[in-house]
């Protein structure tokens, strides 16, 4: 099983513009470096900081520029909408189908555009580390962008092992990141990509705090 997803490194340069991407891909912008104003089709224009993102509706016409030099991350993924369900009682239910691009009624996502410590942090039972969640968990939306705090020290409490891809990138400091049964020291600049159900953990090493973004699809069949 192949990735869902496309995750890359976009470096801007001076007085640069991005592209569209394909009909029925959505994409989600997240600035590591520099600035970029992002405008949609209706003229309204956010300036993009470091640690600023914003996601883009499949089809929604956008243009990125940047002035200056600028680094994002980015990622695209071919829209799938929620499954269609058929109630034939109170206590029965029968999903039909999942498909490319054509949302339900009521089931659309649109674009945000937020910052990172806008966003609360979020309880995580068990563990240490802290939680934000860029986008909704609402079910329009078919995959989540975390990011993740972690001090000097602290590590996952438990080995996961889930049906869920992620695309991660390691923003800040340094640690160990276990995949299957093999070992990795990661730094800021580091990037992975975890298959559904690779047995994963991390833990932080260095004297700085470690964070890291992390791409997770959600809401959707896994097959």
Sequence with gaps: MGSHFVMYLSKMQENSKSGLPPNDVERFLFVVQ????????????????VDSYAYLAPNSKHSLECDASATLVVFERRFVSPPSVINFDASASLVLSEHRYSPLENHFTKQIVGSTDQQPLLETPGEVFELRKLLPPSLPYDFNIHIMDFQPGEFLN??????????????????????????????????????????QWYAALGKTRSRYLLYKDVNRNPL
């Design 34 to 49: 520099g600035s970029a104003a992002l405008t949609n089709a209706s003229g309204a224009h956010h300036q993009l900081m």
């Design 158 to 199: 438990v080995k996961e092992v889930h049906y869920n891809q992620h695309g991660l990138l390691l923003l800040e400091g340094q640690g160990i990141y276990r995949l299957g049964d093999s070992w990795y020291p990661v730094q800021s600049g580091d990037a992975i990509w975890m298959a559904p159900f690779v047995p």
